[in-house]
T-cell receptor
């Protein structure tokens, strides 16, 4: 069955520290992978997406993610976290380049940033 | 702002009442999706349209739920005879098909059934 696992429910990092959020997927076909961010009470904002090609993708707000097919992973990273990055982060997998939109989401990782 | 907009942002209703939500997608997007998100969970797919045609419905979409997109532009999601278990955030998203842009989400409608 198709699924997305985000092993960490809640992560706390210090402002200025590096960040890595984990995502593992199970998908029968070629996966199209996404990271979204959600602030409290808000909708989801697309951070970055992977369709093909270079396995290291750059997104908005200084985020990047690396697709590792052998590990079925698509981890999100940021070299230096800012207080405004505190939010919930969702990894998702979909088909057809993401235009199909019926994505399968993980349960999310809540990021807290301490001063 | 030309993003996806949803109305209302919040809705409180009594159990057994009917509610309707509206979604206006990004204007050039031909696909529109509805998701439901409960506390502590990621969004779950409900249904999607391509233009005015409803192409897929999740088994989560019980017969109390109905969605329409009559002119291929805005969409409505109606829940009849609401139950407390319907309390959730209802998210709308849109995308351009074919395309590689991904889906863009609105800010959601928070439904509370009391």
């Amino acid at each position: 069955a198709q699924s997305v696992t985000q092993p960490d429910i809640h992560i706390t990092v210090s402002e200025g520290a590096s960040l890595e959020l984990r995502c593992n997927y199970s998908y029968g076909a070629t996966p199209y992978l996404f990271w979204y961010v959600q602030s409290p009470g808000q909708g989801l904002q697309l951070l970055l997406k992977y369709f093909s090609g270079d396995t290291l993708v750059q997104g908005i707000k200084g985020f990047e993610a690396e697709f590792k097919r052998s590990q079925s992973s698509f981890n999100l990273r940021k070299p230096s976290v800012h207080w405004s990055d505190a939010a919930e982060y969702f990894c998702a997998v979909g088909a057809e380049g993401g235009s199909q939109g019926n994505l399968i989401f993980g349960k999310g990782t809540k990021l807290s940033v301490k001063p | 702002d030309t993003g996806v907009s949803q109305d209302p942002r919040h809705k409180i209703t009594k159990r057994g009442q009917n509610v309707t939500f509206r979604c206006d997608p990004i204007s050039e997007h031909n696909r529109l999706y509805w998701y439901r998100q409960t506390l502590g969970q990621g969004p779950e797919f409900l249904t999607y349209f391509q233009n005015e045609a409803q192409l897929e419905k999740s088994r989560l979409l019980s017969d109390r739920f109905s969605a329409e997109r009559p002119k291929g532009s805005f969409s409505t999601l109606e829940i009849q005879r609401t139950e407390q278990g319907d309390s959730a955030m209802y998210l709308c998203a849109s995308s351009l098909y074919p395309g590689l842009g991904g889906a863009f989400f609105g800010q959601g409608t928070r439904l509370t059934v009391v």
